[in-house]
Antibody
């Protein structure tokens, strides 16, 4: 069974930092492109960041570039999102997701809640 | 960035009816479009990728069509579990973008 389990969310003050993790099992993580997608309360989906399987390339949305960094550790089947200089409009559920045919997303975690207040 | 506009915002139908959801891109994206279903409190679920290919384990009543700028998700005969929010997403260019969603309600 494929599982993506996010952690690291919580309540943080504006200007603070958080590091999200996503542990993946049941699939070939080291061969999978991965991404983060967020959803503000009652709103739609917003792509945040993406990284290729061997970390050769990464991309970030304009809204987070320079503040968030996506990374991964293939030896630990884990995806990360380092979030710095957090703002109130970063408040959202953060989902990690596996890339499919670069770049739809075919497997998703349940999400971790980040509240900036 | 490529803007995706979904219509209608809300669609009210009855079980057994046919649902037609639209997604229009601000510029041509070839067939680089995916559709997702999201139910309350759940993560999105991939339904369709590359405009018309069904994802694994997706029932045949879901179908996608279109290319360029105009795309359609069709649910041929609505089941009770199909009432949810549907999002389209383009992967043609960075940044990846989603439509604002169509809510499919029970009439």
């Amino acid at each position: 069974e494929v599982q993506l389990v996010e952690s690291g969310g919580g309540l943080v003050q504006p200007g603070g930092s958080l590091r999200l993790s996503c542990v993946v099992s049941g699939l070939a993580f080291g061969s999978s492109d991965m991404g983060w997608v967020r959803q503000a309360p009652g709103k739609g989906l917003e792509w945040v960041a993406a990284i290729t399987s061997a970390s050769e390339s990464s991309r970030h949305a304009d809204s987070v570039r320079g503040r968030f960094i996506i990374s991964r550790d293939n030896s630990k089947n884990t995806l990360f999102l380092q979030m710095n200089s957090l703002r109130s409009d970063d408040t959202a559920i953060y989902y990690c997701a596996k890339g499919h045919f670069r770049w739809a997303f075919d497997f998703w975690g349940r999400g971790t809640v980040v509240t900036v207040s | 960035e490529i803007v995706l506009t979904q219509s209608p915002a809300t669609l009210s139908l009855s079980p057994g009816e046919r649902a037609t959801l639209s997604c229009r891109a601000s510029e041509s994206i070839s067939i680089n479009l995916a559709w997702y279903q999201q139910k309350p409190g759940q993560a999105p679920r991939l339904l369709i990728y590359d405009a018309s290919d069904r994802a694994t384990d997706i029932p045949a009543r879901f179908s996608g069509s279109g290319s360029g700028t105009d795309f359609t998700l069709t649910i041929s005969s609505l089941e009770p579990e199909d009432f949810a929010v549907y999002f389209c997403q383009q992967r043609s260019d960075w940044p990846l973008t989603f439509g604002q969603g169509t809510r499919l309600d029970i009439k």
